[in-house]
């Protein structure tokens, strides 16, 4: 029953198609970016800025470019939603 494809111009599918390129348009591979986000992840990674190696579905992959400390893990990358950074320009 459902025709949704890649040409589908209903509005559930324009909403999606809108709000994928605006997360990808707000960060791309290669940017280098800032944590913002004051949810719960505030107290181990606000401030801290990696670089982009990866963006997917409003998700980003970053590396970090300083130490982060998250419980008594050291990670080097970690995935969070687009919104949570900051991109650095
Ligand atoms: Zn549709």
């Known amino acids: 029953m459902s025709t949704h494809d890649v040409y589908c111009l209903c509005d559930e599918c324009m909403a999606a198609?809108?709000?994928?390129?605006?997360a990808n348009s707000s960060v791309k591979v290669g940017d280098v970016v800032m944590f913002v986000d004051e949810g719960r992840y505030s107290?181990?990674?606000?401030?801290?800025?990696?670089?982009?190696?990866?963006?997917?579905?409003?998700?980003c992959q970053v590396r970090w470019l300083?130490?982060?400390?998250?419980?008594?893990?050291?990670?080097?990358?970690?995935?969070?939603?687009?919104?949570?950074?900051?991109?650095?320009?």
């Open 17 to 22: 198609k809108a709000d994928k390129d605006k």
């Open 43 to 59: 107290k181990w990674f606000w401030g801290k800025v990696a670089k982009v190696v990866a963006v997917n579905a409003g998700f």
């Open 66 to 89: 300083q130490k982060v400390q998250y419980h008594d893990l050291y990670p080097t990358v970690s995935n969070f939603n687009v919104d949570r950074f900051e991109v650095l320009r």
